[in-house]
């Protein structure tokens, strides 16, 4: 990779411990840590239990690499963008830790060990997944939808979905019903989520020129959308109870009732014209989704018999 000899000489790491944070910095470990937390119940679904231990870890290794590949390459995509956010500044290209030349390579080296790595350890529809989902988000979201449409969470963030259905397929080699349902979960959470952010950074988003919904639209609406997304969210998310136990159902109502009465929360205030407090619901909705993944889970691992479809 280099040690960025082509960047200024107040841009180029000076250890070897500054170069290594700047790569994991540019491969982003928040956005992975939230694709394992939805990864791994996948594949405890998948397996009604505990896959092979094999298995199991191998895909997260995977994952966290075709997702580490993903980010890096839109590192280098957006570093304009970055380089005038003030939530952005600090990544490694806008600082000049590493080159955009050498993050692209390692953006292309880390996509094409993680297929080969999956497709070794669990199977090549796991791998091909992978592959599809870092060429989704670098040229349909990063490319094409961020910068030319509010709606580019809506369609891009459907990268962010794919590896529940990874997950599933590295466990079983085919994609069945409950992952397709747990891919559309994370669709209609991601873009509250995101909203939320951008409500936040609103000023942001509008100087380096990405349409986000609340640069474009008034926040009444905004809100508005947030509050349709959530229900949609919650019961899409009622769809997994046929294919899980009670347990469950409980966590994803419960929850999901919350995440409810938080998004109406933020769109009261906006209608009233009060000061509103986005990032509340922007964490909260972190909260919510790792609660249902967790209720998931637990309830995977436990096996008691799953409700089938009498019961919707």
Request: net charge positive; aromatic share 10%; glycine share 8%.
């Amino acid at each position: 990779m280099g040690t960025g000899a082509d960047l200024p000489a107040e841009g180029r790491a000076r250890t070897a411990g500054d170069l290594l944070k700047a790569y994991v910095g540019l491969i982003k470990p928040r956005v992975i840590e939230l694709l394992l937390v939805t990864t791994i119940p996948a594949m405890l679904l998948a397996q009604r239990g505990l896959p092979p231990l094999g298995t199991f870890f191998a895909t997260l290794v995977g994952g966290i690499m075709a997702a580490g590949s993903a980010n890096a390459l839109n590192c280098v995509a957006d570093a304009d963008i970055d380089s005038v956010m003030k939530r952005t500044k600090v990544r490694p290209l806008p600082k000049h830790s590493v080159s955009n030349r050498h993050a692209l390579v390692f953006g292309i080296v880390l996509g094409l060990a993680s297929f080969a790595f999956l497709w070794a350890t669990t199977n090549l529809l796991a791998g091909l997944l992978a592959v599809a989902t870092i060429l989704f988000y670098v040229f349909v979201y990063t490319l094409v939808l961020k910068r030319r449409t509010a709606q580019n969470v809506v369609w891009g963030g459907a990268a962010g979905c794919m590896p529940v259905v990874i997950g599933w397929s590295a466990v079983t080699g085919t994609v069945e019903w409950p992952a397709l349902v747990m891919f559309g979960i994370v669709f209609f959470w991601t873009p509250p989520h995101t909203w939320a952010l951008a409500m936040k950074f609103r000023d942001d988003y509008e100087r380096a020129g990405v349409p986000m919904l609340p640069v474009v639209a008034p926040p009444r609406q905004v809100s508005r959308q947030i509050v349709r997304y959530t229900w949609a969210t919650v019961l899409w998310s009622l769809l997994l109870v046929p294919a899980t136990s009670w347990l469950y159902a409980a966590f994803a109502a419960l929850s999901g009732l919350w995440f409810i009465l938080m998004a109406h929360q933020l769109h009261g205030a906006t209608k009233r014209g009060e000061k509103t407090k986005p990032m509340k619901l922007f964490h909260l909705s972190n909260t919510y989704l790792t609660l249902v993944c967790v209720g998931l889970s637990v309830d995977s691992l436990l096996g008691w018999p799953a409700l089938g479809w009498p019961f919707l």
